[in-house]
């Protein structure tokens, strides 16, 4: 989907790592939430509250799963999972724009 309509955008960014990372928040109707943001080259560690789908929509990275043995490379129209209450790590080879979809429990 090129686009989300009828949403409400979050005026205020979500920045990490120095400006490294930043998003904005989506809220639905339905009361779903989305981030869409940017990714500089770097190392990253991040921790979840919800299931989050992480859609890369442009560049390289590598991720980190819990309970998954080694590094995945993921790149421009691909995705992965990663389970609620969690840690995982990101690679970023190469800026990337991402998608991340909160699933609640």
């Given at each position: 989907?090129p686009?989300?309509?009828n ?25 779903s939430?989305?981030?869409?943001g ?12 919800e299931k ?8 390289e ?10 590094w995945?490379?993921?790149t ?6 990663v ?10 080879k ?9 699933i609640p429990?």
């Amino acid at each position: 989907m090129p686009e989300f309509v009828n949403v409400t955008v979050v005026k205020g960014a979500n920045v990490y790592f120095d400006g490294k990372v930043t998003s904005r928040t989506l809220l639905f109707a339905d009361g779903s939430k989305k981030t869409l943001g940017v990714m500089l080259p770097g190392e990253y560690e991040f921790n979840t509250a919800e299931k989050e789908v992480m859609e890369i929509y442009s560049g390289e990275v590598e991720v980190l799963l819990p309970e998954v043995e080694g590094w995945l490379k993921i790149t421009g129209g691909q995705s992965f999972e990663v389970p609620a209450q969690a840690k995982f790590k990101l690679k970023v080879k190469v800026l990337i724009d991402y998608c991340c979809s909160f699933i609640p429990a």
